[in-house]
């Protein structure tokens, strides 16, 4: 159940860290150090950490964070482990009364942190909030406030009903479109690129469920929030742009969009299939893998 109690509860030592930053990177040093450049230009009065969880890149990220970035904690991996378990082990040794889950392909405006902060400390039922999300050429990022993903609002995306009709609700559950992108909004989800969450909020519902390699992982951690009581808000005073696809995985797009519909039907199974009886659940199970096999079938056929 929420609360407003806004420290680590379950900590047994004092703090000083208002925030940590919790960075999960693969093979983008480059990206990365861009990345880190625009949160040493962030203002505010808030005390933060930065923690980069490497999952076993090999460029060179590991020798430009201990040589250049040595203020940065460093966490390398053997092997790549997923998102979902990097921010874990990051969140593990993390300080901060607020966790800021960050990709490494972002730049942040220079009082994004501190906007979604207040935020949080003003709004003691609001577990999850996250900020405008921008592409480079200034467009509005539509993924970064989304409703529940239940089957309808699924099916209006992956089949482009929501943007044939932008405005119309009943086809804009999953991007929330007909909601101006300035209208600060409670919402079902926000983009695992940049959310700010309350340590207390992860000690009531747990961390990042690790069985999410990668994609969903922030949807899941929104639904288990919103099922005990917490808000979770999007908040466009923030913002960050996010290049989106620059990351070490991006050359591996056959890969991506099969992540993509794995990670939707676990979050399915998890939160959604028992509201459905087992017809229902077999078809759309089964519309979800045909869907899947014609976006790899015409793949050859795009620019």
Request: with cysteine; charged share 15%; glycine share 6%.
């Amino acid at each position: 159940m929420a609360g407003s109690d806004n420290i680590h509860s379950n900590k047994q030592f004092q703090t000083t860290i208002d925030i940590s930053i919790c960075i999960v990177t693969h093979n983008c040093s480059q990206i990365l150090i861009r990345c880190l450049k625009s949160l040493s230009n962030c203002s505010g009065v808030y005390n933060s950490e930065i923690i980069v969880v490497d999952n076993h890149s090999t460029d060179n990220t590991k020798y430009i964070m201990q040589k250049d970035y040595s203020n940065v904690q460093l966490i390398y991996n053997e092997n790549n482990l997923g998102f979902a378990v990097g921010i874990n082990q990051a969140i593990d040794v993390a300080l901060g009364y607020y966790i800021l889950i960050l990709n490494p392909d972002t730049i942040l405006s220079v009082d994004t942190i501190s906007i979604l902060a207040d935020f949080l400390n003003n709004h003691p039922n609001t577990a999850i909030c996250g900020p405008k999300i921008k592409n480079e050429d200034g467009t509005f990022q539509k993924s970064c406030r989304r409703g529940e993903s239940r089957p309808w609002a699924v099916f209006s995306y992956l089949f482009g009903l929501d943007k044939l009709f932008p405005m119309r609700k009943v086809f804009n559950g999953y991007h929330l479109s007909y909601i101006d992108e300035n209208i600060q909004t409670q919402v079902g989800g926000l983009s695992g690129a940049c959310m700010m969450i309350r340590y207390n909020t992860i000690n009531i519902i747990g961390k990042f469920d690790e069985q999410y390699f990668l994609y969903q992982e922030d949807s899941d951690i929104c639904l288990r929030a919103l099922k005990n009581g917490w808000d979770i808000n999007y908040i466009p005073k923030a913002e960050i742009i996010h290049t989106g696809g620059a990351g070490g995985t991006a050359s591996h797009y056959l890969l991506l969009l099969f992540h993509w519909h794995l990670s939707y039907f676990k979050l399915y199974r998890k939160h959604y299939s028992k509201d459905y009886n087992i017809m229902f659940n077999i078809i759309f199970y089964l519309i979800m893998a045909t869907k899947l096999l014609l976006t790899f079938a015409t793949i050859p056929f795009r620019k």
